[in-house]
């Protein structure tokens, strides 16, 4: 491969010779390149390619401009993503994709402690797995394969890397995902934490073993006993994983790094505290509780990864005609959309989400954003405020009151929790402005009961766009799920609970003994299955008058179907299966409660 590059898009790693290519002989051999990696992605199935990127990557295939320049602005717009790119450029050049640790090679376990201590360092820091290292008779070195999720060529990493080896060994680049590298390294490992070590490189190692184990939230708990000791957690898929022993030493001074780091304002012990700081490529938001100990309070520490970047609704997995429901509603020009649901059910992703789908500021649209802190640091909204209550100036009140009288567009509010704030969000959908915001309900229809305790009722429900409510149900590891030949009674149960018919079905179950790649759990990652409800006439009425006894009729008479609905699809897609949504669902769950 032609190793020159030029500014508008990096060239992705190729060390190995590019095998022969599709296109014609009027194409230039990075446009060779492009074109072909253009057709790998095209006709892959297992790359996660939704069929909204697949009309994309048709188009490009056929489209006479220039491929390097069309993958470009695949990128820039998400529609497809840098994991995509890589392991569509492994395959071009032929190489191995590590997708679970079981894909490691077991030679690969012996370099972690026979490569030099230097290269190791950077090979951890840079979630590089090194996968062989072949030498002559001589015993000089020839090749060495090492695997990252990179997919552009960063020849700084090449320079430093090739420093440990002879000038003729040559680089075998392959792909690994990033946790992966991450498992692999954090394999060789101790269980605990060495009790001098500093607390900058003590929260440096939880912050990115935190990441390495896909972890939404870390908790750094004290011993309930009194002991002096505490358990650092970690939040996976919606459960907490016990992970690592600190000495309460290590962990006073961890509160002091991190209130330093997020320039938290010095409180009493006896106080809680929270700020903000960014660490390891994210913004992490910080709680510190007060927690009883034998000899006085002690600090309870919980750290949460906020995402920074915002996937478009379909890559999120939710079915199209929900998606074009939810981007009609976004279409709007004044009204309120609301997301409802408990804490950590993906609200905020959501509303997100249905902004950048819709795209407002394409339309020259001026966006606001006012939340606790701002999750998403999306590029071409106008104005992101942070809410700080302790700031009489500052509160979610104050700050939405001055963001009307600075000519916005659309406004993002973090969460509807009073009276005032309720009617001024309708005020503001009443003079002109979208609101998106987010209400804790359990559904839709429990949406309006509440807003009606809020002083929201009769004539105002018709400024609604839109409710969506939702929970967080688990996917099935790729990797160790269990194709279902014959479905069991539940799984017959929930599709005829939610009319859903069995004939097409492609179901799978988690399997009981899980693997390395979901850490023996049977489920990697999760998806969201919603529920929408738009107020129509009949339900305005209703309200005007609070007889509320049919509102579930009128909202089946108003396109709503229950949220179990669309987690029965994913079942039948084969995304997650009946016993996840059994735990998730509230009306399923009360079932098994009371089976």
Known sequence: ??????????????????????????????????????????????????????????????????????????????????????????RHNRARELLSILDIPAEAQGLRSEIHPR???????????????????????TDVHLATDSPMRDLVLETNVREFFPPAATLHWHFSLREVAGAYWMAGESENIDSDMEAEALLDRIITNAIDARSSDIHIDPSIKGEPRAIIKYRIDGFVHPKEVITTEQLERLRVRIENLARMAKVNLNHANKGAF??????????????????????????????????PLEVLGYPADFIEKIKSAAGSPNGVIFWTGPTGSGKTEAIHAAVVSANPMAKGLSVHTIEDPPEKRVPGYAVQMEIMNEDPARTGLQLMKSS???????????????????????????????????LHTNTAIDAIARLDELGINGFLLSYIRGIAAQRLVRRLCGHCKVPLQEPDDYTRYVFDRYGVPMSG????????????????TGYYGRI????????????????????????????????????????????????????????????????????
């Open 1 to 90: 491969m032609n190793q020159s590059q030029t500014p508008s898009i990096p060239v992705p790693i190729s060390i190995t010779p590019v095998h022969q290519a599709i296109s014609g002989p009027e194409l230039s051999p990075r446009e060779e390149l492009y074109q072909n990696l253009l057709k790998i992605l095209h006709n892959a199935t297992d790359l996660g390619i939704d069929r909204v990127a697949h009309g994309h990557l048709e188009t490009a295939l056929t489209s006479p401009g220039s491929k390097q320049l069309i993958m470009r602005d695949l990128i820039s717009q998400k529609i497809i993503n840098r994991v995509q790119l890589a392991r569509a450029f492994a």
């Open 119 to 141: 290269l190791r360092s950077l090979l951890r820091r840079e979630r590089i797995v090194p996968m062989s290292i072949k030498k002559d008779e001589a015993g000089n070195v």
């Open 278 to 311: 960014t660490r390891s490529g994210y913004d992490w938001r910080v709680q510190i509780q007060p927690h009883a100990g034998r000899l006085g309070p002690v600090p309870r520490i919980v750290l949460r990864r906020l995402q920074p970047d915002v996937m």
């Open 404 to 438: 009307l009288r600075a000519d916005p567009d659309v406004v993002i509010f973090g969460e509807v929790r009073d009276e005032e704030m309720a009617k001024l969000v309708f005020e503001a959908a009443n003079t002109g402005h979208l609101v998106f915001t987010t």
């Open 505 to 520: 079905a492609n179901l799978f179950v988690s399997n009981p003994e899980g693997c390395a790649n979901c850490n023996y």
């Open 528 to 595: 969201a299955t919603a529920e929408w409800l738009k107020p129509t006439k009949e339900i305005v009425e209703a309200s005007t008058s609070k007889n509320y006894t049919e509102l579930e009729d009128m909202a089946k008479r108003a396109g709503w179907q229950p949220m179990g609905r669309m987690g029965v699809i994913h079942v039948k897609n084969g995304i997650t299966d009946a016993a996840e949504l059994s735990t998730k669902i509230l009306e399923l769950a009360a079932e098994a409660l009371t089976t």
